[in-house]
Every structure is written in C-alpha cells, then in structure tokens.
T-cell receptor
Framework: AQSVTQPDIHITVSEGASLELRCNYS??????LFWYVQSPGQGLQLLLK??????LVQGIKGFEAEFKRSQSSFNLRKPSVHWSDAAEYFC???????????FGKGTRLHILP | EPEVTQTPSHQVTQMGQEVILRCVPI?????FYWYRQILGQKVEFLVS????????KSEIFDDQFSVERPDGSNFTLKIRSTKLEDSAMYFC?????????????FGPGTRLTVT
C-alpha cells in the first residue's frame, strides 16, 4: 500500500532563507508524486507534480522538488522564502492516473520576519 | 481558469441529520473524488467516481455515505445520519486524463460542523 511520510510537523525559517521540506513515500512502482499547499482556511493548491522524466520538477511560486528513487524521496525546495509562503504543505502520492491520492500529514511552515 | 466549486462553504447540522454537500467539477472532467480533513489532521480519501459509479472507496466511506451525479454538472456527497466525528472539511476534486499528465483539481472545501 502507498504511504507518505513527512517527518517534520513544523518548520520555521527566516524570510529570505532557503527551504527544504522532506517527503518520503512508500510504493512498489514509480509513483505519481505531488506537493500541495494549504493556506489557513483555504483549499488545496497544487504546487508541482512528478510523473516521469526529469527528476527535478519546477512548480509555481518558485518551488521545485527532486525525485530520488534510491531514497524514495520527493523533497520540496525554495531558494528564498517569502512571508506569504507561510502555510501547510502536503506531500502526496498516487498509484495510477485515476487513482486516489494519499496525503502525508503535512508540514506547517512558519516564517520569521 | 476553470475551477471546482463547492457549496455551501460552511454547514452546521445537528447529530443525526442528513446533509448533502455539493460540488461542481470542471466541465470536461471525467473522474470525481471526495476527500475529508478532520481539523489538524491529514487529508483522507473517501471515494472516487467514474462513469456514474463508484470506482473506489475507503473504509471511512461506510453505508452512511453516498455519492451521486444527479445531472451533468453536479456531484454530491450525502451523509444520511451525521455523527459528531463527521465534523471535518470536505474537499471535492476532479480530474481528466490528458496523455501523460493528470492532476486532481480541488475545490475550496465545505466545512461541516456537527453539533
């Protein structure tokens, strides 16, 4: 069965600093991988996705993620965070194109001024 | 840009009452989903729907839950007799297969409060 682990419940970084949010997945084949962001009281917005091809994926808002099969990881990065990036970030995995998405428990990002 | 819409944004109901949550998926999408997020917890899959039938459901989706696509545009989730533990944010999503790419587009959610 698929599963997603986000080991960090909370992360605090200073505005302008770099960011890396960790995500590990468990799935037997090549998964479909996603990062979603949820601002307080809001819905889920897709930041980026990986299906195949280049393992470094660019997303919206300056985010990128790298798929590393050997480590079963799909970490999210941003070189310089902005106060507006404060939100909850969910890593997710799907098995097939029309399959359900399994979400991690999320990492809440706090930004220090 | 097309988007998934959900109504109402917030629903308060008493325990034991029936509720219907409504969603309008993106018009050319073929797959529809409901997820829920209990406050402070992760988003959990409830059910997927394709070609007018359930394609997969989770163990959460018991006999108290049902889904329907009553017309060409709406997709509903019904909870027959609500329980306190049904209080959560419910997200509708839809997707369309497009070659090697697919994405589930999520609506803004309906916050259900059962008292």
């Amino acid at each position: 069965a698929q599963s997603v682990t986000q080991p960090d419940i909370h992360i605090t970084v200073s505005e302008g600093a770099s960011l890396e949010l960790r995500c590990n997945y468990s799935y037997g084949a090549t998964p479909y991988l996603f990062w979603y962001v949820q601002s307080p009281g809001q819905g889920l917005q897709l930041l980026l996705k990986y299906f195949s091809g280049d393992t470094l994926v660019q997303g919206i808002k300056g985010f990128e993620a790298e798929f590393k099969r050997s480590q079963s990881s799909f970490n999210l990065r941003k070189p310089s965070v902005h106060w507006s990036d404060a939100a909850e970030y969910f890593c997710a995995v799907g098995a097939n194109r029309d399959d359900k998405i399994i979400f991690g428990k999320g990492t809440r990002l706090h930004i220090l001024p | 840009e097309p988007e998934v819409t959900q109504t109402p944004s917030h629903q308060v109901t008493q325990m034991g009452q029936e509720v219907i949550l409504r969603c309008v998926p993106i018009s050319n999408h073929l797959y529809f989903y409901w997820y829920r997020q209990i406050l402070g917890q992760k988003v959990e899959f409830l059910v997927s729907f394709y070609n007018n039938e359930i394609s997969e459901k989770s163990e959460i989706f018991d006999d108290q839950f049902s889904v329907e696509r009553p017309d060409g545009s709406n997709f509903t989730l019904k909870i027959r007799s609500t329980k306190l533990e049904d209080s959560a944010m419910y997200f509708c999503a839809s997707s369309e297969l497009r070659g090697d790419s697919y994405e589930q587009y999520f609506g803004p959610g309906t916050r259900l409060t059962v008292t």
